[in-house]
């Protein structure tokens, strides 16, 4: 009996269990919707947006928060996912 190695991917369809990266995406999109529906006066929504006025280093930029959730609402989403994101009845049945 030969051993066959398995790929990720062919583990991941055979459990079927989400893979460690989309696992993150799906938390950070999740807070970030959390952080969106409060109120404009919270601590945590003022920190979202917050801009610290300093320099950035040199070199490659290093991905904002900001950057990291717009390209997780793209690639999980799809186009709208802001107002996705307000409409949180919408989503549940």
Avoid: C
Avoid at 38 to 48: A, D, G, T, Y
């Amino acid at each position: 009996m030969a051993y066959k190695g398995l790929t990720n991917k062919e583990i991941y369809v055979r459990v079927k269990n989400p893979t460690i990266t989309e696992t993150v995406r799906l938390n950070r999109l999740r807070r970030f919707g959390h952080v969106q529906r409060m109120e404009e006066n919270r601590i945590p929504k003022s920190v979202l947006y917050m801009n610290l006025g300093t320099t950035r280093l040199r070199g490659r930029p290093r991905n904002r928060r900001q950057d990291e959730v717009r390209d997780d609402g793209r690639i999980v989403g799809g186009e709208g996912w802001q107002e996705k994101v307000h409409n949180r009845n919408g989503r549940r049945s």
